[in-house]
């Protein structure tokens, strides 16, 4: 009987991260929830039925660290790493010269110290198996700039760039990395956005299927990356947009 597989999912409680945990747990893999949120005294999981929650910061090396370890020590071995956790930024994260450089710098914190940290934790488990795949939560943003999102963006076109570097160095390991890239989602990250009828209509009115994604959708592409059956794919982006990159 085959050892069932492993995934890491970064930001794994609320929207994107809840939906790609929940999926990949009905696709028969065990899985480990990180998230900063996870309170003091939540019972850990771990079974067929539910994850093994761990707290952590994806932005502190010895969070990541000690996180990484739990889950090595729990499951013995990590198959899969997905980095979902991610910010857009305040409403003050807008032009280039009004976002404030603090804003500027918790937001790539997020979303490139993240991806880079934790996929440094998890690389010696994946050399010592020589196998393995990272797959990070980009955006259709860093594949065409969002307006007045200067750090959002610049940061999601840094973790489609990661993620070929990741790719390209570790392939002859047997370690793969891809990125998937959403248009909207709705998510409690959007929802202050989308929860007004003006704005949704015009976001929606730019997507040509009309309507903005659901996170079991987003869920879906990466569900297909974790089950191994694209093995010859690797440093490539999935986008999942409803077509909003074809214009």
């Known amino acids: 009987m085959h050892e069932r597989r492993v995934a890491v999912v970064t930001g794994a409680l609320s929207g994107i991260g809840e939906a790609i945990t929940s999926r990949l747990l009905d696709d028969g893999m065990r899985v480990a929830a990180l998230d900063l949120s996870v309170p003091p005294g939540m019972p850990p999981g771990g079974s067929a039925a539910e994850p093994l929650t761990v707290y952590a910061d994806v932005t502190d090396p010895t969070s990541v660290e000690h996180a990484i370890r739990a889950v090595s020590e729990r499951f013995g071995r ?5 980095n979902n956790a991610g910010i857009s930024g305040s409403a003050e994260a807008t032009d280039c010269h009004t976002t404030p450089v ?3 710098e918790r937001v790539l914190a997020v979303n490139v110290r993240g991806p880079f ?11 010592q198996r020589r196998d393995g795949h990272v797959i990070t939560i980009a955006s259709a943003a ?4 969002f307006p007045r999102r200067c750090a959002y963006t610049t940061s999601k076109g840094a ?6 570097s990741i790719a390209l160095d570790y392939a002859q390991y047997g370690i793969r990395a891809n990125a998937v890239c959403p248009g909207m989602v709705e998510t409690p990250m959007t929802r202050w956005r989308l929860n007004q009828p003006a704005l949704r209509s015009a976001i929606e009115a730019e997507i040509p299927m009309g309507r903005v994604a659901q996170p079991d959708e987003i869920a879906d592409a990466v569900a297909v990356l974790a089950s191994n059956s694209l093995s010859y ?6 986008v999942v947009d409803g077509g909003w990159t074809v214009h």
């Open 78 to 82: 990590v198959d899969v790493l997905i």
């Open 102 to 104: 603090d804003e500027w």
């Open 117 to 127: 940290l934790c996929t440094r934790a998890v690389l010696p488990h994946m050399l």
């Open 142 to 145: 860093g594949m065409v700039a």
């Open 159 to 164: 973790a489609i760039q990661f993620t070929k």
């Open 233 to 238: 794919m690797t440093g490539q982006t999935i």
